[in-house]
């Protein structure tokens, strides 16, 4: 764990720490154990000892003063919270506010905190990954055929996690993709020709309205939003005897987004639906699934549609989900700002839109 986390008894007396708590206040958990925590880091506002003391109550503060002894001032973001059916036990958790500044993290908003871990961790994590890796890969030169399948799936696990770290930091990215004009319909047919290289097995249907201009986003974007939507697509609808997936894009008029970061409203005219006929997702997971971690796949992770959202968002659109039971389809709506119109004289063979 990056942040410096120990353990208090009910006298608030230091119980247990982790490393990272070690080196934060520059002593072992042998020379710091039995001492009161709050000896050792002296806050400037007295009444922060005094809400400790209520070891019932949790508390969170952010960028407070502190003295830690032998190792000097510092801000601080702190929380203590009580250990469940333990009365008198507290987590304390201690991070250098400057440290989280320097990272880029942002205390307003908390989708996005859960999300900053891998920018932290995936150094640390992914090296080891690699030797992990490549371990796998030396033994598996010198094992019995028999045993070799065991160091390839330890190779083939890393790859996965390694998979998912770099997931994880795209949806931590604060950074955004450039946008441009692009063809709505050359990235539908991109993200097609992935998922008919991988086989899926389903017939992609699609209903384009050709006279669209062309939207303001990213291409390798779009691409990717569309490989997800198109490969859960296929994998809701296997199970029917006729799966079906279309992909409609239509004009829609009077959509317009106020929450954007120059305050400016965008209008959001074009639609890009994608459609099928599998089971749909379960009732109870249908607000959330948008949410990292929320998914109905045995073997899913619950970051692709997150991932999907957030491409969109980055490119000033937004994304929606709707079940119409009484037909049996389930659609993802992309809805996105038109690219502006190039300056000069316009040939005269352009067809006017509304």
């Known amino acids: 764990m990056s942040l410096a986390v120990v353990l208090l008894g009910p006298d608030l007396r230091i119980a247990g720490a982790n490393p990272a708590a070690e080196q934060f206040l520059g002593q072992s958990i042998r020379r710091i154990a039995g001492k009161r925590l709050f000896d050792l880091v002296r806050f400037d506002e007295p009444r922060m000892l005094a809400r400790v003391h209520e070891t019932d109550a949790p508390l969170s503060a952010r960028d407070a003063g502190a003295l830690i002894l ?28 400057s ?22 961790l995936a150094h ?13 890969q030396l033994l598996g030169r010198k094992v019995a055929d028999k045993d070799r399948a065991l160091t390839t799936l330890i190779a083939d696990e ?10 994880m930091q795209t949806l931590s990215r604060r950074t955004t993709a450039p946008v441009a004009p692009c063809n709505l319909h050359e990235a539908v047919r991109r993200a097609r020709a992935v998922i008919d290289a991988a086989g899926k097995g389903v017939r992609i249907e699609e209903e384009f309205d050709p006279s669209l201009p062309p939207v303001l986003g990213s291409a390798d974007a779009l691409v990717q939003v569309l490989i997800n939507l ?23 008029s009077g959509l317009q987004l106020h929450a954007v970061s120059d305050g400016k409203p965008v209008r959001l005219p074009i639609e890009l639906r994608v459609s099928d006929n599998g089971p ?44 119409d039971e009484a037909r049996g389809w389930t659609h993802f709506r992309i809805h996105l700002p038109l690219a502006p119109e190039p300056k000069g004289p316009r040939p005269a063979t352009q067809r006017e839109q509304p």
């Open 124 to 136: 640390e994590i992914k090296n080891p990954l690699a030797g992990i890796r490549g371990a796998a």
């Open 230 to 252: 198109l490969s859960n697509a296929a994998e809701a609808c296997a199970v029917q005897a006729a799966a079906r997936i279309v992909v409609r894009s239509r004009f829609s």
């Open 99 to 120: 440290a989280a500044e320097a990272l880029g993290e942002d205390p307003g908003t908390t989708e996005d905190s859960v999300l900053r871990a891998p920018e932290i």
């Open 280 to 323: 749909g997702v379960d009732p109870a997971m249908r607000d959330h699934i948008f949410e990292p971690f929320v998914t109905s796949k045995k073997s899913g992770q619950g970051l692709g549609l997150a991932l999907v959202r957030k491409l969109v968002r980055d490119m000033n659109g937004r994304i929606t989900h709707e079940r």
């Open 70 to 97: 032998g190792v000097g001032s510092r801000r601080l973001d702190v929380t203590v919270s009580p250990v469940t059916e333990t009365p008198g036990w507290q987590v304390v958790t201690l991070q250098d506010a």
């Open 158 to 167: 890393v790859d996965r996690i390694a998979k998912l770290i770099d997931e």
